[in-house]
Every structure is written in C-alpha cells, then in structure tokens.
C-alpha cells in the first residue's frame, strides 16, 4: 500500500506516494535527493539526520515520511538557497568546527534553532543546545566557537 505525502522542502512543493513506514531521512535522501542530511546510527541518538519541521529541529530518523504530510522542512541544503553561505556555514568553516563533516549538517540545523530561540547563546548554553548531536571527531571546542560566529554576525547592526 502506498499513501500519498505532500511537503514544501527549502521552498518547493513535492508530492510523492510512499510505503508508510518509509522514514523521514530516506524520504528526504532517496525519494527528493537531498542527501545532505545524514544517516547516523537511525536510532535518535546522534542527530546526524537534524532538519527543521515546521521551524522546529527533528531528528528525521525518528519520524515516518507520512506523519508530516503538509508540513514545512528544510534542510541544510536550504541554508545557501540564494547562493550566500548562512552565518553558520560560515562560522563552521572560519572556526573550522568540522573534520569529516558527517555530524556538520545536523549540527548546523540544531544550531539554527538554538540561535532563533536564543541569539546570543553562552558557551554552556551551546553545549547543552547540542547535547543531543554527537561528534566524533572535533572535541565539540571548535563546534561551540563555530556558532558564537554565527551568532555575532546575525546581529542586526545598530551602528547604522
Ligand atoms: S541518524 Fe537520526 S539520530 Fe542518528
Ligand atoms: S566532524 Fe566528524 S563526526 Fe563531527
């Protein structure tokens, strides 16, 4: 059986029929081809698979493609859509908070969320933010000062 899904992806609209245990990250991987977002252990732990649903960071190995028929997603392929790195991508690439750059997709997009709920995040406050992404790689230090990068370019200039 197949069920019927619509979703907006980084701004398109797609519409697709799809097996109804066929998760989220496949559906994002295999069926759209937005390969950005990583498989990591498929069980919730990692956060390899982080997009944002409807504004919100999900862990897309957790959730059933069908499950957010209609919804908003987007993905870290969304960030650059208008062809300028987002503030995080930079920060990720200035502060070098990646190595092999697996966990980097998931990071970037629960670091989105923390920055639009809290815009100037301390250290501990970032540590706790992605506490449920792991990396194996960094140490986190480089991960941290990638998004206080981020956070201080985002903040609208006020010297204008
Ligand atoms: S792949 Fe989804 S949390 Fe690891
Ligand atoms: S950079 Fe390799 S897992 Fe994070």
């Known amino acids: 059986m197949l069920l019927k899904v619509n979703m907006r992806i980084n701004g398109s609209t797609y519409d697709h029929e799809v097996e109804p245990r066929l998760l989220l990250v496949h559906y994002l991987r295999d069926v759209v081809g937005l390969t950005g977002t990583h498989i990591g252990c498929e069980t919730g732990i990692c956060g390899a698979c ?13 959730l059933l493609a069908v499950q957010v028929n209609g919804a ?3 993905t870290v392929e969304g960030l650059a859509a208008e062809g300028e790195l987002d503030p995080l991508q930079i920060g990720f690439w200035e502060k070098h908070g990646l190595q092999c750059g697996f966990c980097t997709p998931g990071m970037i997009m629960a670091s989105h969320q923390l920055l639009r709920r809290n815009p100037n995040p301390s250290k501990d406050e970032i540590r706790h933010a ?21 956070a201080v370019k985002m903040k609208p200039d006020t010297t204008a």
């Open 130 to 150: 992605l506490a449920g992404n792991l990396c194996r790689c960094t140490g986190y230090q480089h991960i941290v000062e990638s998004v206080q990068f981020a």
């Open 72 to 74: 908003e997603i987007q």
């Open 50 to 62: 982080t997009v944002l649903l409807n504004g919100e960071a999900v862990k897309s190995c957790c």
